[in-house]
């Protein structure tokens, strides 16, 4: 049978967060917008849909740009990530990234990881390489989607267990979708998530202990 354990990218499996670091390269008065949303939402004061299509269009982010966050995503990976990956793998754990982050950033450091399956935003490009749009269906890209995901993933994989990791709210949201939610806090810590999970780490060193079979 099979175990999923689901991951969060951004801020999880590595210390950035890929959207601030695209308005980073589109200038500092793109940067300070999209960062104050981005927090707002992953602290659960905004809904990820009020922001989600406002901060690609204040970005507009290249293929170019996209590439350049994937680098970024493998550069920063959570120290100990790769060997609790491995060792979860070796116990017949089946990891995914599920995120709300770009899945041609996130695929080099799901490569680095071992991690076949990515659920995340398809972005799309004009022939130039300049921003054309983005897959708006993705559950991911609203609140309560990444809920919406684990319950996609159990039907079609129907999975003895599911177990999602994650250090935002918008990860929470996919609680009741789980057999375990576990917050993440080793970059940042945010209060619900520490009162809400069933389990809470600094470290993804200390996920092969919370799930030993």
């Known amino acids: 049978m099979v175990k999923l354990i689901c991951f ?4 999880t499996l590595s210390a950035v967060e890929g959207v601030d670091e695209l308005a980073r390269m589109a200038g500092p008065q793109a940067f300070a917008q999209v960062e104050e949303m981005t927090s707002a939402a992953m602290n659960g ?11 690609l269009e204040i970005i507009r982010p290249t293929r170019d740009a996209l ?4 680098r970024l995503y493998v550069e920063t990976v959570e120290p100990s ?3 609790a990956i491995a060792t979860l793998v070796a116990r017949g754990w089946t990891p995914v990234v599920v995120s709300a982050g770009y899945r041609l950033s996130i695929r080099p450091l799901a490569d680095l990881l071992g991690i076949a399956r990515v659920e995340a935003v398809d972005v799309y490009f004009e022939q130039d390489g300049s921003f054309r749009g983005y897959d708006a269906a993705f559950p991911a890209t609203r609140s309560g989607g990444k809920a919406e995901v684990l319950r996609r993933l159990r039907g079609e994989l129907r999975p003895e267990r599911v177990v999602m990791v994650g250090d935002g ?3 929470l949201e996919a609680k009741p979708a789980a057999d375990l939610f576990v917050g993440f806090g080793r970059y940042a810590v945010r209060e619900r998530v520490v009162r809400e999970a069933g389990a809470f780490i600094r470290s993804l060193a200390e996920l092969p202990q919370l799930l030993p079979g």
Do not use: I, K, T
């Open 169 to 171: 709210v918008s990860d």
């Open 67 to 70: 590439a350049a966050v994937g």
């Open 8 to 11: 969060d990218c951004d801020g």
């Open 81 to 83: 990530a790769q060997a």
């Open 45 to 55: 004061e905004l809904r990820l849909e009020q922001v989600f299509a406002r901060r």
